[in-house]
């Protein structure tokens, strides 16, 4: 995969159940060192004055995503485990504890998708179930067609345990 890549997040999450979708569409770089992958890229959020900085590793077993800025995370998803993370914003801080029930990891040339189901808790109470699908593509390799579409490319879908 190259250098530059459109990175792709998707999510929802289900509290009592309801759903709540997050995307986000934005540019990145792609690199590999010592077989973990990185997607580095900035992330725009409504009412925060500077760019949220993003850092994702990926391992086959494993997911980290590292923000700092405005908003300042290390969550690490890992199946199995409940791995608890200190999340910041400008209005407080919380520690959540994050239980990854699965994680699959898909390859290619110029391709990187990563799905994620987790939940979320704080004080050991559930507070959501979520799924998160993150996809890389190389910039070169997109055409006019794949930019107005990306659905077409995505390879996982969220589980229906996830839409209610």
């Known amino acids: ?7 792709s997040i ?3 999450h289900m509290l009592d159940g309801e759903g709540s979708d997050v995307e986000l569409v934005t540019t990145g770089n792609y690199y590999e060192k010592n077989g973990i992958r990185y997607l580095l890229y900035d992330e725009l959020k409504e009412g925060l004055s500077q760019p949220v900085k993003n850092v994702v590793k990926v391992r086959e077993d494993s997911l980290e995503i590292i923000r700092r800025g405005e908003i300042h995370a290390h969550m ?23 239980t990854t029930e699965r994680i699959a990891v898909e390859e290619e040339e110029d391709s990187l ?12 109470q559930e507070i ?12 070169g390799n997109l055409s006019s067609e794949g930019c107005s579409d990306r659905k077409k490319h995505r390879r996982f879908s969220f589980s229906e345990n996830f839409r209610g």
Do not use: H, W
């Not at 998708?113 to 050991?124: H, T």
């Not at 959501?128 to 910039?139: D, P």
């Open 128 to 139: 959501s179930r979520c799924s998160i699908v993150l996809e890389a593509r190389s910039r």
């Open 10 to 12: 998707s999510g929802i």
């Open 113 to 124: 998708a990563v799905q994620v189901d987790y939940a979320l808790d704080i004080n050991g």
């Open 76 to 98: 690490t998803f890992k199946k199995g485990m409940t791995i608890m993370a200190s999340y910041r914003t400008p209005f407080g801080e919380m520690l959540v504890g994050i």
């Open 1 to 7: 995969m190259t250098k530059d890549v459109l990175v």
